[in-house]
């Protein structure tokens, strides 16, 4: 387990500077800055579920305007 501690302290160390160094560049908290990222992850996955329930909902539209009937009884 002492190499799991180094990497989580690796990343620890290195990984959430990132969000740290940003925010003292533009002059807020670092909160703030890693709450925008969560918050556009989640946006970004949201749009894209969007879209997909979009395409599905009109491929099956599509499926019953446009279905082959085999004959006039079919209706």
Do not use: H, P, Q
């Not at 990132?18 to 992850?41: C, D, Q």
């Not at 539209?61 to 006039?72: A, F, G, P």
């Amino acid at each position: 387990m002492k190499w799991f501690d180094n990497i989580k302290y690796f990343f620890e160390r290195n990984g959430f500077e990132v969000s740290t160094r940003f925010a003292e560049r533009l002059g807020m908290k670092a909160k703030n800055v890693r709450l925008f990222f969560i918050y556009l992850t989640f946006a970004t996955f949201g749009i894209w579920f969007a879209v997909y329930l979009t395409l599905a909902f009109l491929l099956k539209l599509k499926d019953l305007i446009y279905t082959k009937r085999t004959s006039v009884f079919d209706l």
